[in-house]
């Protein structure tokens, strides 16, 4: 089974379409993932032959926070390309630019699989941090389609200011929270584009509802399920979908879990219905979280910081100076300067910057609940702790 | 109340250990790493928000706000030395 890095895909995008026609099953996956190759390649060696060819694998860190194989059958997920290409109206779109990692199931999906099954083109730049091509990019659009995360607007605010570009006509959102108070500003960015919330999740491989910007005054709405998606809640309003392009199959825990065409599975969200027929969002059912559009596990960055630090370690949560969500570490006893370095490139090897902590903090010792557990309320409201690191956010 | 580590020792600092300590603090870089003519293109932390942190960073240690324009327009380790020389602030290197 092949391995594509999402790198090499980024320099060749033929090896991607030729992986996609080849009949055996393939993963793709980014190169700073903090999952090492191992992992994968145990994962993939779990699939049951019939998920051997005909199916692609994506990488996440799932509802759970461990991380997970997502495994899609190709024919499913071209009818979703299908169908969102009705749903998003998308037929007079000649191209689409990709400013997100290819390896996110929404970028995949929507942009890649997208133009390849409508023959349409797909201009690849380094996204947003290279404003300059991200520019000239725009620029030559024409009769184009961009998908982005709410986050990337205030950069494109700070960028292009006073700029527009007419050749964009379709701005898609997706892996997080909508821009819903920023439209105005996507407008003038995008003065001839029709503007639309996506949500969905990696299970779903990924979407599951669609609505018009103008639909909706809350972010929240995520609009309507996308034509045969269903859509439920449990007792604890945790929202369940029943998708026929959703995921096949997962790899946990050391475990392959099949899913069948009647299982309802958990979105990771919370939810309820509105009276108009759309889902309103509530909140994350536990505590995997975005940052910058990107889902962040504290049980995964756990794993960086104990594969090198020994001593006692929590995280607590906290949103930074802009309002997004963020986590802070607490080391005990605090590390020597060589460690917390060690800790800090650790970081930097396996974990792109919306994963790094917003501050790293050390303690003599962390206070404990009564189970002998770290108490991480407890652990933020220290009053005694030294700031070793921060980001400057 | 978090107390800051280095508050002292970095008031006492040259600016250009200022600078060295700041651009490895934001991009995370290892020993040895930092060097005046360090390009943005060869430290692959130094992304988009990467330049908003470094924007703040400048603002903290040296009391300057950069504009959006020279945020962006900031290329290498050099360009932040032009840059805040010009704004008065000198660096022996």
């Known amino acids: 089974m092949t391995i594509l890095l999402e790198t090499e895909v980024q320099r060749e995008i033929q090896r991607l379409h030729r992986a996609w026609e080849d009949n055996p099953t393939f993963a793709l996956v980014p190169e700073k993932s903090g999952v090492k190759n191992e992992w994968i390649e145990k994962g993939l060696a779990l699939l049951p032959d019939e998920l051997k060819n005909g199916h692609f694998v994506l990488l996440t860190s799932g509802t759970t926070g461990a991380p997970k194989l997502i495994v899609g059958q190709r024919q499913r997920s071209e009818k979703l390309a299908a169908v969102l290409h009705q749903a998003q109206e998308s037929e007079p779109v000649q191209e689409t630019i990709l400013a997100l990692p290819l390896s996110y199931s929404y970028a995949f999906v929507n942009q890649w699989l997208w133009s390849h099954c409508h023959q349409r083109a797909l201009k690849l730049t380094p996204g947003l941090s290279d404003p300059a091509e991200m520019r000239r990019a725009l620029q030559q659009a024409r009769n184009a389609m961009l998908c982005l995360v709410g986050v990337q607007v205030p950069l494109l605010a700070a960028y292009f200011k006073d700029e527009t570009f007419p050749g964009i006509m379709r701005v898609h959102f997706a892996g997080g929270r909508f821009p819903q108070e920023n439209l105005p500003l996507v407008r003038a960015l995008f003065p001839e584009a029709a503007i639309f919330n996506n949500y969905g999740c990696a299970e779903a491989l990924p979407r599951l509802t669609l609505r018009k910007a103008e639909e909706a005054d809350q972010a929240s709405d995520v609009g309507r399920p996308l034509p045969g998606i269903e859509l439920s809640t449990n007792d604890a309003n945790e929202l369940l979908f029943r998708s026929p392009y959703g995921a096949v199959g997962i790899v946990e825990d050391d475990k392959f879990n099949a899913i069948t065409s009647e299982a309802w599975v958990k979105s990771g969200d919370l939810a309820q219905p509105t009276e108009q027929g759309t889902w309103r969002l509530l909140g994350r059912a536990n505590e995997i979280f975005k940052r910058h559009g990107e889902k962040i596990s504290l049980a995964t960055l756990m794993t960086t910081v104990t594969s090198i630090w020994t001593g006692h370690a929590v995280f607590y949560r906290e949103q930074d100076s802009s309002g997004e969500n963020g986590h802070v570490l607490v080391l005990a006893p605090a590390p020597a300067p060589g460690q917390l370095q060690e800790i800090l490139l650790s970081f930097r090897r396996h974990h792109g910057r919306a994963h790094w902590p917003l501050r790293i903090e050390g303690v003599a010792a962390l206070p404990l609940l009564p189970n002998g557990k770290p108490d991480v309320s407890g652990a933020a409201a220290m009053n005694d702790k030294t700031l070793l690191w921060h980001q400057r956010i | ?93």
């Open chain 2, 1 to 93: 109340m978090t107390k800051p580590c280095f508050g002292i020792k970095e008031s006492k600092m040259e600016n250009l250990a200022k600078l060295k300590k700041l651009v490895e603090d934001v991009f995370l870089l290892q020993t040895g790493e930092f060097r005046t003519d360090l390009r943005r293109d060869e430290v692959e932390t130094w992304d988009s928000f990467g330049v908003v942190s470094l924007a703040v960073g400048i603002q903290e240690t040296f009391g300057y706000h950069l504009s959006p324009a020279e945020a962006v327009g900031i290329k290498s380790v050099a360009d932040i030395i032009s840059l805040l020389s010009a704004k008065g602030i000198k660096f022996d290197h």
